[in-house]
């Protein structure tokens, strides 16, 4: 399942600039592909443009090889796995029934849970380590479990591919590289898998290809080392790094300088 997006542009209602501007990407099948940039510089609502949910001033946007306008929603529930960046609950639930919200776009309104749809929620409770919460309320939930039960969700879907916007908010050192590690299998057992994050240095640890956005346009994107440059990265975050090879990963990671700001 791949993701593709051609001049993109959005702009929100009358708002003077555009939230992105001529945006290309391209996600190939069974990748871990990041999206990375400063705040505010159009990471989430190029999740909602691919996703459908916000129509885009120009451009086009394909899932899987179809524009993403021509998908039904419920076919769409059934293909990709989505992760908003920000949920609460409405009402109370408990994580095992939250997490089987997930099985619906598989059932219809008439067929009820059946042990294929059982074992998907019990699998997906066991992969996001929240099996011990299934009997919990959900509104009781801290914010970190609460993110690792709403990645449960998406996975019960047993979808083609996952979609998820900053999943390791919240998230303790374990939990966050657990998500990580997670992520990266699921993508070498070939789902595709777009996430949005602002932690770039696991993001070109564990990902295939980066996206780096800079005020809604795109200003670096490819491969790890491609993207991992210090110009770059200190042009597009404001600030002076050092990018350098891990010892332990042989990935770059990227260390702000103590100077200041990058003129």
Same mark, same amino acid.
């Given at each position: ?7 993109? !542009?959005?702009?929100?209602?009358? +708002? ?66 989505? $992760? ?15 997490? +089987?919200? %997930? ?11 059946? /042990? ?21 309320? !959900?509104?009781?939930?801290?914010? %970190? ?30 939990? &966050? ?7 990266? &299998?699921?993508?070498? %057992?070939?789902?595709? $898998? ?21 005020? %809604?346009? !795109?200003?670096?994107?490819? &491969?790890?080392? /491609?993207?991992?440059? &210090?110009?770059?990265?200190?042009? !597009? ?5 050092? $990018? ?20």
């Amino acid at each position: 399942m791949n993701f593709r997006a051609r001049d993109l !542009v959005v702009r929100y209602g009358r +708002a003077r600039g555009r939230a992105l501007q001529g945006v290309d990407m391209d996600v190939p099948d069974g990748a871990l592909y990041a999206v990375l940039g400063p705040n505010g510089s159009g990471k989430s609502t190029l999740m909602r443009a691919l996703l459908g949910v916000i129509r885009p001033e120009a451009g086009t946007t394909q899932i899987g090889g179809k524009e993403t306008r021509d998908w039904t929603r419920r076919e769409l529930a059934r293909a990709v796995g989505a $992760v908003p960046q920000a949920e609460f609950p409405a009402f109370p639930i408990s994580v095992r029934d939250f997490v +089987a919200m %997930g099985r619906y776009p598989h059932l219809g309104p008439l067929r009820r849970e059946g /042990e294929t749809d059982r074992h998907a929620v019990r699998e997906a409770l066991a992969r996001c380590d929240v099996a011990d919460l299934a009997a919990r309320d !959900v509104t009781t939930l801290s914010g %970190g479990e609460l993110q690792r039960v709403r990645i449960a969700r998406a996975l019960a879907q047993e979808p083609s591919a996952l979609v998820l916007d900053e999943p390791t908010t919240s998230l303790d050192v374990r939990h &966050e590289m657990s998500i990580f590690r997670l992520l990266r &299998e699921s993508a070498d %057992g070939g789902m595709t $898998v777009l996430l949005i994050t602002h932690h770039i240095n696991l993001a070109a640890r564990f990902a295939d290809r980066l996206l780096l956005l800079h005020e %809604g346009s !795109v200003a670096a994107e490819g &491969e790890v080392g /491609e993207v991992f440059q &210090e110009e770059i990265l200190e042009r !597009v975050y404001g600030w002076p790094l050092a $990018v350098r090879d891990d010892l332990l990963t042989g990935a770059p990671q990227a260390t702000p300088l103590a100077g200041g700001p990058a003129s």
